[in-house]
């Protein structure tokens, strides 16, 4: 009776261990389904970081093409207000040149009508 009692009670523990042992297989087998996720989800992320540091890229060159463009403008605007500028000036002073001229004339025909006279 005593050796039954001990070969039940150590079929007993050798069925609970046995259990242990397969309970402890499904967890290992979850964790590392768990740890592949992560992996793929790490490097899904990964691939997005990359994607994303791409699209700055491009857009920090887009806008530095659009700011250098528009300094560009600018600077050709200024020239052409300058060139504008001078030309105003060189007409202005000729305007002058032909004023002072016309008044020459008009001297020299007041010189000639009162000889006439």
Request: zero cysteines; hydrophobic letters at 40%; a negative charge.
């Amino acid at each position: 009776g005593e050796v039954s009692g001990t070969a039940k009670e150590l079929a007993g523990q050798l069925a609970a261990a046995e259990h242990q042992r397969s309970t402890a297989r499904s967890e290992q087998a979850a964790l590392e389904l768990r740890l592949t996720a992560a992996d793929a989800s790490r490097a899904a992320l990964a691939v997005e970081l990359e994607t994303l540091q791409g699209e700055q890229q491009q857009l920090r060159s887009l806008h530095d093409a659009q700011v250098e463009a528009h300094a560009e403008a600018l600077r050709e605007e200024a020239n052409e207000r300058e060139r504008t500028e001078m030309r105003l000036s060189e007409v202005i002073a000729e305007r002058e040149m032909l004023t002072g001229r016309l008044e020459v004339l008009a001297r020299e025909a007041e010189v000639v009508e009162a000889a006439q006279h």
